[in-house]
């Protein structure tokens, strides 16, 4: 027995001699030294995880994160509120077509995982909420967002800043983003009609294709790269709120654009061809090369989703034939512009 705690103790101190000269070899070294040293104030200025301990999430930020997973840190964000979710007298809502548009579309059904829905109020999260869709609810401070903003009415107005400051917002965080409204359908994906490759930093479709009075823009669908100039653009754009009276931010943007505001910031811009990128103002020949269906030239909703549900029946007519035919008549929106007893949806 002693003769095995010997051995032991022997043990110890051959181990102990060892340790120690390791560390006089290391600490006889400069170089170590100072390595040493430099990864203990590494590691002390390094935040180190804390466990256990759960922090408030931007929600903004992490819908985004989800929303443009796999997809080039690109978002596709639309805006709604309950006049465009809550059906009247069991008639389709515009959100059930802008929907029913990627399931009947070319390629457009996994585009749904990087949706963003951004709700203008409770009624419409709750219905974004329902369909397991990516979304979120935008701040209004108070005000009433809810009911149906008809074209150029001050409320109108007023929904249409608001989404500009929140679209700033996502540039500023760095993520790409395609905006569209609800009331465009989704027939094939944009994404390989759209310069990727970053030669251009933002992509706007048009009311019609004569450039002669310069580019009719329309932000209803338009594609920014995340960048200085756009955030700048963006920034300039929201701030001319202030100097403008009972303009649409669309005008403002136009005027932003023609007076060489885009030049100054060296910043380059895409107009979308309505042969692809089709609308009520002007109809795209070819079925075969449509890409998105705008009903702008359009007064209200209920015009709005009358005509586009022809829409949809001919795209569906199209892929069951592939022959080119005309668009149905958009009868309901043209004569949406002489209702003066169109009462908005509340």
Request: proline share 3%; aromatic share 10%; glycine share 6%.
């Amino acid at each position: 027995m002693p003769l095995c705690n010997n051995s032991s103790n022997n043990l110890a101190v051959a181990v102990a001699l060892l340790f120690a000269g390791a560390l006089y070899i290391s600490f006889s070294s400069p170089r170590s030294i100072s390595n040493l040293i430099s990864d203990i104030q590494h590691n002390a200025n390094t935040p180190q995880p804390l466990r256990n301990i759960e922090f408030p999430v931007d929600e903004l930020e992490a819908v985004l994160d989800k929303a443009a997973a796999g997809n080039n840190k690109t978002v596709i964000i639309t805006v709604v509120n309950r006049a465009y979710v809550e059906d009247v007298k069991g008639e389709r809502t515009m959100f059930d077509l802008f929907l029913e548009s990627f399931w009947e579309g070319e390629g457009t059904l996994p585009l749904l995982d990087h949706l963003m829905v951004v709700a203008a109020d409770q009624t419409a999260y709750d219905r974004c909420r329902f369909r397991r869709l990516q979304c979120y609810k935008m701040e209004t401070d108070g005000v009433d967002l809810e009911g149906e903003k008809v074209y150029m009415s001050p409320d109108f107005i007023e929904m249409m800043w608001r989404r500009t400051r929140l679209l700033l917002d996502v540039l500023r965080r760095g993520y790409h983003l395609i905006f569209t409204d609800t009331d465009v359908m989704w027939l094939r994906s944009p994404f390989s009609r759209l310069s990727n490759n970053g030669s251009l930093d933002m992509q706007i479709s048009v009311d019609n294709n004569n450039v002669g009075d310069g580019h009719l823009i329309n932000t209803g669908f338009y594609h920014v790269r995340s960048n200085n100039k756009t955030i700048s653009l963006f920034q300039k754009w929201y701030d001319m709120r202030l100097n403008v009276t009972g303009m649409k931010e669309q005008d403002v943007l136009k005027n932003l654009l023609d007076s060489g505001f885009f030049d100054q910031l060296g910043l380059s811009v895409g107009f979308l061809n309505t042969n692809e990128f089709s609308g009520f103002c002007q109809d795209s020949p070819d079925m075969g090369a449509v890409t998105t269906v705008h009903a702008n030239c359009c007064r209200h909703i209920t015009a709005k989703v009358f005509d586009l549900t022809l829409v949809l029946h001919d795209w569906k007519r199209y892929k069951a034939s592939h022959v080119n035919n005309k668009w149905s008549p958009h009868a309901k929106c043209s004569g949406s512009w002489n209702d003066n007893h169109y009462i908005p949806k509340h």
